[in-house]
Structure formats: C-alpha cells, structure tokens
T-cell receptor, first 114, second 117 residues
C-alpha cells in the first residue's frame, strides 16, 4: 500500500495563478480532508469529504475548492493564488466514523505564492 | 467550539533529560478523542497515541508516557530520557464523537522539541 500520496511536493506560484494539489489514497477510506500548516498555528482544516460526491467546508475554506468523484482521489484547487496561501498542505484519510479513527497523512505539499 | 492550546512553543533539553509537553483542550462534548502526532524534521506527521474521554488511565509506551486529566482538561505528554531522534514538533489534537462531525481534528499550535547531544 502506498497510503496517502500527494503531488507535487513543492510548488511556486505567482499571485493570481490557479493550480490543483493532488491527493490519492489506496486504503478505501471514506473520509478525506485537507489541512494547511502555518507556523505557530498547527494544522487547520480547509475542506473534507465523507465519500464520493460529498464535500463540506472546514475552518479556512476561502480561496479553495474541492470535489470528490472517486473514493481514492480528493484534489484541492486554488482558484486565484494569494500570498496568504503560502503554506504547507497536508491531505489525510481515515475510515469515516465517530472521530476515533487515526488520520493517515500524506507527505505534504509546500506551496509558495509570490 | 473546540480549542486546543499548547502553551510551550519551543523546548530545548540536553540528551537524557526528561521533557513534558503540555496540552489543554476545550470542548462542550462529553465524548471526544485526543491525539498526539509527531512531525520530525523530514516533515511527515506520525501518529503517536489516541485516547477517548472515558479512559483516564495514564499510558506508557517505551520512553513515552501520557497523563490525561479530565478535571483539568489536560492531556500531557512526557518523553523520558530524551534522545536526539526525539527532536521534532509535537501536536496535540482533539476530535468530536459524533459521526456528523466526521473525523475533523482541531490541532494545537505545536511544541518544537530540540534535544541537544
């Protein structure tokens, strides 16, 4: 099992550009989510999904879009990149349940917006 | 709303010293789950422990131990006889029990531990 994979590992964007961060998992997990990590703020939830076709907003959703067409994939789209979106982005997956499940995290994508 | 506070932003110790990381949480739920994750310099997030709100027993795993006290809403983590490989950022996190909430985690700001040889 590859677990949770993310591409790319690093990305530099100019303000106003758009891009998609890819996330895939091979564990047949229903629940997938995106977090951003900023210094001193821990990880904050951007969007999450409890299954194909079902997504919802997290704590910091503005400027990001998601869709879930398959169980395996959960891409995160930046519509018009801004310097405030410079961050490290983590995708995570787990079985969907009562909050007790350990989250499996991908290796992260470091994004810089200039 | 849930909140997790890790008041210590950075701790520096010499190898073999013990180090305790504080975690204080806020939630209105009676059933919830607490987690600790480790982020080594390589950047990945490594799961360390999960504890549910009904299990206040302390836990020891090798050099790691956890002290959960519901009365003070704290879930502290101690590394005994620290080693250089323990240098990392450690995150405390909280999730709700209800399925409607999914598996959303609320993280603390993290504590960076630097173990010097």
């Amino acid at each position: 099992n590859a677990g949770v994979t993310q591409t790319p590992k690093f990305q530099v964007l100019k303000t106003g550009q758009s891009m998609t961060l890819q996330c895939a998992q091979d564990m047949n997990h229903e629940y997938m989510s995106w977090y951003r990590q900023d210094p001193g703020m821990g990880l904050r939830l951007i969007h999450y999904s409890v299954g194909a076709g079902i997504t919802d907003q997290g704590e910091v959703p503005n400027g990001y879009n998601v869709s879930r067409s398959t169980t395996e994939d959960f891409p995160l789209r930046l519509l018009s990149a801004a310097p405030s979106q410079t961050s490290v982005y983590f995708c995570a997956s787990s079985p969907w349940g009562t909050g007790s499940y350990e989250q499996y995290f991908g290796p992260g994508t470091r994004l810089t917006v200039t | 709303a849930q909140k997790v506070t890790q008041a210590q932003t950075e701790i520096s110790v010499v190898e073999k010293e013990d180090v305790t990381l504080d975690c204080v949480y806020e939630t209105r739920d009676t059933t919830y789950y607490l987690f600790w994750y480790k982020q080594p310099p390589s950047g990945e997030l490594v799961f360390l422990i999960r504890r549910n709100s009904f299990d206040e027993q302390n836990e020891i795993s090798g050099r790691y131990s956890w002290n959960f006290q519901k009365s003070t809403s704290s879930f502290n983590f101690t590394i005994t006889a620290s080693q250089v490989v323990d240098s990392a950022v450690y995150f405390c996190a909280l999730s709700e029990e209800t399925k409607a909430a999914g598996n959303k985690l609320t993280f603390g700001g993290g504590t960076r531990v630097l173990v010097k040889p």
